[in-house]
Every structure is written in structure tokens, then in C-alpha cells.
């Protein structure tokens, strides 16, 4: 009879709504029961009608819950005889779930996980953990899928350490192995470093948002100003008109037209940047809120290897603050009608000129941010440095990457999968990042014949076009031993500059510019150009002929 009670209470005794036994049971006028609670709930979201969440069955009015008092003898009565609950599959792990490492057979969610045992567990194979001293001083986070990440695939030992150098999370082991003389700290307190950093990009994020939403709050105002004040001028030329003869009327017209349509265009105009800013507004919430993910990240590990993958922020395309410049939109058009209507009909065709030009006049003067500047010292170049690495799809077959901003030229061709943005014909990679805004990063390299680049992503991948310098898509310099040479569109510069290893490339995308600098004891300017840029750019590497020529993109602080 004990094992006919079980059955029982798995398939007769179980609320449909919060799938668990049932609490406090209540039976409704169709038969069938519920916790009071969960019936309470479910009806308290439903109006007039009320509903049986099994059989959809309607009551008017509103039943009145009375305790099954036998439902509720009988779960006392299980209870007493030591029946357990059978989880709820809401219990059970699902495929998007973290599931307990101890359970056998169908397996419970995981509510916590142990960065020590490296084990989820769910809530009663957790209970060792909060209960006995053993496991005190076990580190438990969310559950998480990725624990595995923190073994080191070489030792096989927790990754408890970080290594600056290289930037990546290593063991004890490897601390005193492959990185010996490397800048190591522990996870723990690197991520007390990148904390920071984060928590000063989040304050940088937030400020940005207040700022342009201070901005869209007074483009809407001069949007009411630019509306009110057409309105006010199109009443007053009615009335205005209304006093003229006949011939004058079809002049109304055109002028009510004429001013429409110069409201339509500045309105337009002011809608457009308004929009802009507000698409602004909800990428930096989105990166705030990835930023704020991150910052609640408890392992150690997957905040740095997550950290170190988060794209720079966008330099702003907008300037940080907006002044409209009080003006009289349409008011000068009331004035001339006014005058106009003075004057007889032979000066009829020439005041019309003048009314014309007054609507026209009508201009929104929406402010541009003053020009910075360029930089003049290596001091003011690095305060626009960025962290550029190597895009492993673009690479050429026969270029090593390594530490995600080096590249080598070996005579053995590397395994990689074939991809579209692959260069085929030139031993050329591209960066990750695309480059807006104002950039500057630095290339040191080793050996003879490098070309440093600047380029659009849609440079063709093989043929003698895809060679930097050699199409209207990129701008390059090369150093051979003792020269450099600036190419564009196949156009080639011979430029007369110190001997230097390093080259500094400094981009300024919205004004046009692009300057290469020769570094050494000082900064020399091998190469300027001043244009229009239509796409982000990429940089770039060209590392060729001998093997073992290497280059990379500098680490700059």
C-alpha cells in the first residue's frame, strides 16, 4: 500500500500550476483542486471571467475558495509517514540549465557551483558545502558551464594566476615554467585591477548617455520652436494675404508652400540627429548593461577572459553638447508680407524675390564640435592609443599568429580553415578592430621589408589589387633597409627619414587625416594624408619575402 501511496502522490496529489504537492488544497466548482495560493494568483489576473486553468471552464462571479478539509487530512497524513515530494520538472535540469555533477540519473539544476571541487551542485548535494567545515572556505558562484576553462589544458591545475606579459590566465606551474620572468599577479588581483577599469568605462558610459540625453531633450525643444514659430508666421501671412486682392492670393500660396516646406527640411534635419543620438543613448545602455554583467562575474577567470575580449568603446560621433542659437525662424517672412501689402500691384513681382529669400533664410545652426588639435607630441599621440589585434581569419596561410598581435612569416604553411576575408596571393593580415574616430597605435618589426597599412575591410583578398598600396582601398608605408616608401593606388613616395624599427600611424577618420611617424629617440613625420574617408578602416600587415620576419602591434600605455 506504501508504494500505491507514492504513485498516488505523484500523479493525484501535484498543483497543474506550481507543479509542486499541494498547499493549503482548495477544490473548485469543476472538481478539480489547486494550492489556495496559486488559484488566488491566477485569478487575481483575470477580470470578470474566471477560469479553470485545467478544463477552461468559466465561473461568474468570482468562487469563493474554501479549504478541502480531506485534501488537506491527507497530506498531513502523507507527510507523517515520511512520503518526499517528487521534484518538479521545473526542477530538472533543461538544456540550457547547469546541471548537479553529483546526481544520478535524470539530473537536478545546479544552484550553485564550486571554483575549488570545480562540481555544481544541486541544492541537497550542496549541503556538505554550507554544513561541514571542510568546505568553508570553497568559493561558490553561479552555476556555470564554463568551469572547465579554469583547468589549465597544459598541467592540468586550477588557474589561479594571471600573466600580464602575455595576458592570460595561467597556473602555478606555468608561473614558473613557460612564463618564468613574466609580470604575474593572481587572478584575484588583476581583476581587482580590470575592476577599476571597469567600473571607470561604466562612469565614462553613463556620462555619455546624460549628455546626449540632455541633448535630445533640446533638439525636442527647437523642434516645438521651429513648429510654433512656422505656425505663427503661416497665420499671420493669411491674414495678411486675406487684405490683398485676388492677384495677391495665389502669392499667399506659394509662400504658405514655400514655408512648409523649409519647415519640413529643418525639422527633418533637427529629427534625423535627434534619432542618431537616441540609437547612441541605446547602444551605450546596452554596453552598460554588458559592462554591469560582467562586474556581478564572481569567477575570476571568465571576468579576465571576457574582459580582455570586450571591444574598445566607440569614440562618439556627436559632439558632447549641443547650443541651438536663439533665432527668428520665420518671423522676418511675416514682416516682408506686412510690407508687401503696402505696396501696389506693379511692385507685386519684385517684393516677391524678397519674400522668397526671407523663407529660405530660415536655418537651424545645430553646432559642430570645435576641431581638436592634432597631436604634436608622442605624449598627445598616446592619449588616443588603442589595443589592436591580429584577425586570424584574414591572415595568409604562411603567417604565425601569436599573443593575438604578433605575426611571423614561416616557410611551413599554417592549418587554418578557408575563409572569405583570407588573403591568398601576400602574406598581409588585418586587425580585429575596425578604426573610427581618432586612433593611434604603434608597429615595431624584425627583419627587412614590412609594410604597414591602413585599409577598408572590402580590399579584394588575392590578386596583385589585394597588396597594400596598390588600389584606391588603402594607404601603406614600407620600409626596405635604409628607406621607406609611402604607396597609394600604386603610386609610390620615396620618403628620406632616420633609420627606425617602429612606425607610429595616427588617424583622425572624421577629419581625414592619416600620418605615419618613424619612432625612435623622437617621432619623425614620414607621411601625411589629408582626405575623405567613406568606411571604418582596418590596419594592417605585410610581412614578406624572407622567413622569419616579424611584426606586431604594439602594447602602449
Not at 540549465?97 to 545546479?110: E, F, H, I, N, T
Request: proline share 4%.
Amino acid at each position: 500500500m506504501a508504494q500505491k501511496g507514492v504513485d498516488l502522490d505523484e500523479e493525484t496529489f501535484s498543483c497543474s500550476i506550481c507543479l509542486d504537492l499541494l498547499k493549503d488544497p482548495v477544490t473548485i466548482p469543476c472538481g478539480h483542486s489547486y494550492c489556495m495560493k496559486c488559484i488566488q494568483r491566477f485569478w487575481d489576473g483575470e477580470e470578470n471571467i474566471y477560469s479553470c486553468p485545467q478544463c477552461r471552464k468559466t465561473f461568474t462571479p468570482r468562487p469563493v475558495l474554501e479549504k478541502n478539509v480531506m485534501f488537506a487530512a491527507l497530506m498531513d497524513q502523507l507527510k507523517k509517514t515520511g512520503l518526499q515530494a517528487v521534484p518538479a520538472d521545473h526542477c530538472y535540469a533543461g538544456p540550457e540549465d547547469v546541471s548537479c555533477d553529483v546526481c544520478s540519473g535524470r539530473k537536478l539544476k545546479a544552484i550553485r557551483s564550486c571554483l575549488v571541487c570545480l562540481v555544481s551542485y544541486c541544492e541537497k548535494h550542496l549541503q556538505p558545502h554550507l554544513d561541514e567545515a571542510t568546505f568553508k572556505k570553497h568559493k561558490l558562484v553561479e552555476p556555470s558551464k564554463n568551469l572547465q576553462e579554469n583547468i589549465c589544458s597544459i598541467h592540468d591545475e586550477v588557474m589561479k594566476m594571471f600573466c600580464r606579459t602575455d595576458q592570460k590566465c595561467i597556473c602555478y606551474l606555468c608561473s614558473v615554467d613557460e612564463h618564468r620572468g613574466h609580470d604575474t599577479v593572481s587572478a584575484a588581483a588583476e581583476r581587482t585591477e580590470r575592476q577599476r577599469d571597469l567600473e571607470e568605462s561604466q562612469q565614462q558610459i553613463q556620462q555619455r548617455i546624460q549628455d546626449r540625453e540632455k541633448e535630445v531633450k533640446l533638439l525636442q525643444q527647437e523642434v516645438e520652436a521651429i513648429n510654433n514659430s512656422a505656425d505663427q508666421t503661416v497665420k499671420d501671412s493669411e491674414k495678411i494675404f486675406t487684405q490683398m486682392i485676388r492677384l495677391i492670393q495665389k502669392r499667399s500660396s506659394d509662400v504658405n508652400q514655400q514655408i512648409r516646406s523649409q519647415q519640413q527640411t529643418e525639422v527633418s534635419r533637427v529629427k534625423d540627429l535627434q534619432e542618431e543620438l537616441e540609437q547612441e543613448i541605446t547602444e551605450l545602455k546596452r554596453r552598460d548593461a554588458e559592462l554591469k554583467q560582467l562586474s556581478l562575474t564572481e569567477d575570476h577567470s571568465q571576468f579576465l577572459l571576457n574582459y580582455v575580449s570586450l571591444p574598445p568603446l566607440s569614440e562618439s560621433t556627436h559632439s558632447s553638447s549641443i547650443n541651438v542659437r536663439p533665432l527668428r525662424y520665420f518671423e522676418d517672412v511675416t514682416a516682408a508680407v506686412s510690407e508687401l501689402r503696402d505696396k501696389l500691384q506693379d511692385l507685386l513681382r519684385e517684393e516677391w524675390t524678397n519674400i522668397s529669400l526671407k523663407v529660405t533664410h530660415v536655418d537651424v545652426l545645430l553646432s559642430e564640435p570645435e576641431p581638436e588639435p592634432e597631436p604634436k607630441s608622442r605624449a598627445d599621440f598616446l592619449k588616443y592609443a588603442c589595443h589592436i589585434t591580429v584577425d586570424p581569419n584574414t591572415a595568409h596561410r604562411r603567417l604565425l599568429l601569436s599573443e593575438n598581435r604578433k605575426v611571423a612569416l614561416k616557410e611551413e604553411t599554417q592549418s587554418a580553415s578557408d575563409h572569405p576575408d583570407r588573403f591568398t596571393d601576400y602574406f598581409q593580415v588585418l586587425s580585429r578592430e575596425s578604426l573610427t574616430g581618432r586612433c593611434y597605435w604603434e608597429v615595431e618589426w624584425r627583419g627587412y621589408f614590412v609594410n604597414v597599412a591602413v585599409t577598408y575591410k572590402n580590399i579584394s583578398k588575392s590578386g596583385h589589387e589585394s597588396r597594400f598600396g596598390f588600389n584606391d582601398k588603402s594607404w601603406a608605408i614600407e620600409w626596405y633597409p635604409n628607406k621607406f616608401l609611402f604607396r597609394y593606388n600604386s603610386i609610390e613616395t620615396s620618403i628620406s627619414a632616420p633609420d627606425s624599427s617602429r612606425v607610429g600611424v595616427y588617424l583622425d577618420h572624421r577629419a581625414g587625416v592619416l600620418s605615419f611617424y618613424s619612432i625612435s629617440e623622437s617621432m619623425t613625420l614620414l607621411h601625411r594624408v589629408q582626405t575623405t574617408f567613406t568606411q571604418p578602416l582596418y590596419a594592417g600587415l605585410w610581412v614578406g619575402r624572407d622567413v622569419g620576419v616579424s611584426a606586431e602591434f604594439c602594447k602602449l600605455k
